[in-house]
């Protein structure tokens, strides 16, 4: 068994795999436009677009995705007035990568945010060329977080945001619509401008993989009160664009981003840390009430954006795959794969891994499982002083002293096996795994096989990306296009 797993991690490492292609269904054409000589009834037809990005929040913790700790009526209204995806995907649990991959339709890779804090490449094109080729006015209110301006020349609009600026954005001009990003803040950590008095601390039900303990419960009450300070946020924006005049033809989609900067979210490939709680509204052309299990990479928001704007998105050369269809209801099916990396530094010693999940498996690869994990924003290993902080403290110090629970979720977190095989929808939580049991071998290889091929057609050299050079030649990079 071990020979088998260096077999396999090699494979990842030495990247010596062969093409293939993820079975997709394709978005279509809407509006057979000329884009150099739109007419007003294009442009009356063609819908505004509206973005809503949460920061942090794990998709879980929302009520429409059962979440019980939390009130989000505003989401939660959001997703009975359009449809809620219950398999959205980022590739990076990272707030950079996540956002280049949303504003490029690109994989990390490709696009070149393939670390924290690092910037795309400048030949990159964003979702702000693609629709102004579409004569589109894009905006972005909030945090950006993206770089360099050149590749996410966003119109920057001033926060609050649904404040005035925002306001004035969409009213602006009636000859050509709007895409506007909203992109929060809530609920990255420190925690700080929620109201906790509000979250019943003490009574609340703490997931399995957050140890209970009272440093831990207080920290995840603030965080908590952050996720219900981002439902008001969009209460204000929703309401923002009903009394514009412009709801009824603008297509809006919430995403939560990644996971909550605790243990098994952002920053992993587990399952609660690369999903998106996304919800879709389009009125009259969305049915109320509807859910799907179609698997959707954020990739592929550029993609459907531009289906939706008339333009066809074969005339670009995208990762992201158009799912109009599923919007309108027309398709319940969309990929059959998609796809995870992560790259640890410079957040802390490299620690590469790749995954994969299909409709039923989720399959991880750690190319440096030997190794024990360590990601500085989490895992502090002196005295914590900031209070976000101090729940790993607390779980390490209940691990010392022999309590079973944390010592568990301390070793998972901390030491990894070179393979992850769980059944996502049977173990939410992913605490079951099934990788060793030889009557999943098959699965493992057709999911590893599948993992070779995205991996070279994206040029992902697997571990070798992971290396502070690689980090540091993007940053000369991102030097170089700041000046």
């Known amino acids: 068994m071990k020979l088998c797993k260096c077999i396999l991690i090699g494979a990842l490492l030495c990247c010596s795999m062969a093409l293939g292609r993820d079975e997709v269904t394709n978005g279509r054409r809407v509006f057979d436009l000329d884009v150099d000589g739109v007419s007003e009834r294009d442009v009356r037809d063609r819908p505004n677009f509206l973005f809503i990005l949460g920061d942090d929040v794990t998709y879980n913790d929302l009520g429409c995705f059962g979440g019980k700790n939390a009130k989000t009526p505003n989401i939660d209204r959001l997703a009975s007035e359009g449809i809620r995806f219950n398999r959205a995907y980022c590739a990076m649990s990272m707030c950079a990568p996540f956002r280049a991959e949303l504003y490029t339709g690109l994989y990390p890779v490709r696009n070149g945010v393939a670390w924290n804090h690092s910037s795309a490449k400048p030949s990159t094109k964003s979702i702000c060329h693609y629709l102004r080729d579409l004569n589109y006015r894009v905006g972005l209110v909030g945090k950006k977080h993206a770089s360099p301006s050149s590749v996410f020349n966003f119109e920057n609009i001033k926060a609050p945001l649904a404040g005035p600026d925002a306001a004035r954005f ?78 009824d033809n603008t297509i809006v989609i919430f995403s939560s981003e990644q996971g909550w900067d605790f243990a098994f979210g952002k920053w992993t490939n587990w399952d609660i840390g690369v999903r998106s709680a996304m919800i879709a509204c389009w009125p009259s052309r969305i049915k109320p009430g509807r859910e799907t299990d179609a698997l959707i990479q954020i990739a592929d928001i550029v993609p459907t954006f531009i289906s939706a704007a008339g333009g066809d998105p074969a005339d670009y050369d995208l990762d992201g795959v158009s799912f109009l269809d599923v919007l309108e209801g027309k398709s319940d099916k969309h990929r059959q794969y998609v796809y995870g990396l992560h790259n640890n530094v410079p957040e802390g010693n490299p620690y590469p891994i790749r995954s994969i999940r299909d409709d039923e498996f989720h399959y991880i690869v750690n190319l440096n499982y030997k190794q024990p994990y360590h990601e500085k924003h989490l895992m502090s290993e002196k005295i914590a002083k900031r209070y976000d902080l101090q729940w790993w403290q607390a779980l390490k110090d209940a691990a010392e002293k022999g309590d079973e629970s944390a010592k568990k979720l301390f070793e998972k977190y901390q030491n990894r096996p070179a393979e992850e095989l769980y059944r996502v929808d049977e173990d939410p939580w992913e605490m079951n795994n099934l990788a060793d049991k030889p009557q999943y071998a098959k699965v493992k290889k057709r999911l590893l096989a599948e993992l070779h091929s995205w991996m070279a057609k994206q040029n992902d050299p697997g571990g070798a990306m992971d290396d502070p050079k690689a980090y540091g030649d993007n940053q000369i990079r991102r030097a170089k296009q700041k000046q």
């Open 170 to 247: 969409i009213t602006r001009d009636t000859k050509e619509p709007f895409c506007l990003f909203a992109c929060s803040h809530n609920a990255h950590p420190a925690w700080r401008s929620g109201d906790v008095s509000k979250i019943d601390v003490e009574g609340m039900s703490l997931p399995p993989v957050i140890h209970d303990n009272p440093i831990t419960r207080k920290t995840f009450g603030a965080y908590l009160a952050e996720v219900e300070e981002l439902d008001k946020e969009v209460g204000a924006i929703l309401a923002m664009l009903k009394e514009t005049g412009q709801a």
